[in-house]
């Protein structure tokens, strides 16, 4: 498992991660024409909520969310999302985008004067919430990505969900320790 997490990441000219576990999500389109990546958004995400470790989030990026299972996700499970990637607790990486399509995980947002980030933009989803503290693991999987995609795409900017979506979005939270990584200036 360690070699796993110390290995480089890398990602091939089809915007697949490796070494990585795939699993490809429907919530998908392509992104607009002549449009470059030049952004990474990065989120925390739980299911249920401040709960880890369980199918949740795979199955609301596959569209599999029983609503039944929890109440929380009857609020949920009719929403069409994704995200390009997942970050397990343990510092398991989980892609369900190419990075050379459009995922759903932005919603309503802007930065810098451009709308609609996801148009641009990369979303990677740390497993986690508002209330603790992220993993070694997850920081370590995560600089490895970011170092992955600067090679593969011009990232400009490195935001928080709730920089583009303010007063909407409150993630990855006040835990996420940005000095963790190195960030475009
Ligand atoms: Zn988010």
Redesign the pocket.
């Known amino acids: 498992m360690s070699q796993i997490l110390s290995a480089p990441v890398e990602i091939d000219e089809q915007g697949i991660a490796s070494p990585c576990q795939i699993i490809l999500s429907p919530n998908t389109d392509s992104r607009p024409e002549n449009m470059g990546v030049d952004m990474i958004v990065v989120?925390?995400?739980s299911l249920p909520p401040s709960q880890f470790g369980g199918p949740g989030i795979i199955q609301l990026f596959t569209n599999q969310l029983d609503a039944a299972e929890h109440p929380y996700y009857a609020t949920i499970a009719h929403l069409k999302v994704s995200s390009h990637f997942l970050i397990r607790r343990d510092g398991q990486l989980i892609q369900f985008v190419s990075c050379n399509q459009r995922a759903w995980?932005a919603g309503v947002s802007s930065w810098q004067g451009r709308e609609r980030c996801n148009d641009f933009s990369i979303g990677i989803?740390l497993e986690g919430s508002d209330d603790c503290a992220f993993n070694d693991a997850q920081y370590l999987t995560l600089q490895a990505l970011i170092d992955a995609l600067k090679k593969r795409y011009p990232i400009q900017h490195i935001v928080g969900?709730s920089e583009i979506a303010p007063g909407r979005?409150t993630?990855p939270g006040p835990f996420f320790d940005w000095q963790r990584i190195t960030k475009p200036s």
């Open positions: 989120h925390n995400i995980h989803e969900h979005k993630d």
